[in-house]
């Protein structure tokens, strides 16, 4: 079956930097597009940034765009959020995710990692 | 960038009630859209992709309708299992999502 599996989450001071990943099995990796969103406490959802298949594509939303980079090893199966120059508003618990549909094409997500927690806090 | 406004923001409903939430994106997303449910403490949960389409596994009471700006998620009769928090997500090479809607016991 598919899983995700975030780590690397973690108490982080503002301006420091932070490494996620998301191990993932159960699916042809190299063949789907992955997402990274995050919820800060009792707050909606926020998609943070997405990468193609083969990683030659990726986006970042406003917020974090030039202080996070998205990547992935398909060698591993694993996915990666550098997360740089840190602030308390990235306080929130972060979110890999699968697209539904392989390739490039516009998809949903159908699975979601369990979540890993990034507090940013002095 | 195209914003999603869902509404109501709390909806409070009994077991068995038609329940509908409603999703407007600020431009035309022609069909780019999925209903997320998610309960607390727990990752979203895949309903609806492509404004009407039933993810696999997705009991049949719930649907979803609309295309262009204005979309709609129906659950048909509403389950103790359904009290959660639903979110629609506008997807392309950005995503967004609406703010949520939480649905509470009444």
């Known amino acids: 079956q598919v899983q995700l599996v975030e780590s690397g989450g973690g108490v982080v001071q503002p301006g420091r930097s932070l490494r996620l990943s998301c191990a993932t099995s159960?699916?042809?990796?190299?063949?789907?597009?992955m997402h990274w969103v995050r919820q800060a406490p009792g707050k909606g959802l926020e998609w943070v940034a997405v990468i193609s298949y083969d990683g030659s594509i990726k986006y970042y939303a406003d917020s974090v765009k030039g202080r996070f980079t998205i990547s992935r090893d398909n060698s591993k199966n694993t996915l990666y959020l550098q997360m740089n120059s840190l602030r308390a508003e990235d306080t929130a618990v972060y979110y890999c995710?699968?697209?539904?549909?392989?390739?490039?094409?516009?998809?949903?997500?159908?699975?979601w990692g369990q979540g890993t927690l990034v507090t940013v806090s002095s | 960038d195209i914003q999603m406004t869902q509404s109501p923001s709390t909806l409070s409903a009994s077991v068995g009630d038609r329940v509908t939430i409603t999703c407007r994106a600020s431009q035309s997303i022609s069909s780019w859209l999925a209903w997320y449910q998610q309960k607390p403490g727990k990752a979203p949960n895949l309903l609806i992709y492509?404004?009407?389409s039933l993810e696999s596994g997705v009991p049949s009471r719930f649907s979803g309708s609309g295309s262009g700006t204005e979309f709609t998620l129906t659950i048909s009769s509403l389950q103790p299992d359904d009290f959660a928090t639903y979110y629609c997500q506008h997807y392309n090479s950005y995503w967004t999502f609406g703010q949520g809607t939480k649905v509470e016991i009444k």
């Open positions: 492509k404004a009407s």
């Open positions: 159960g699916f042809t990796f190299s063949s789907y597009g």
């Open positions: 995710a699968k697209k539904r549909e392989g390739g490039v094409v516009p998809a949903a997500v159908d699975y």
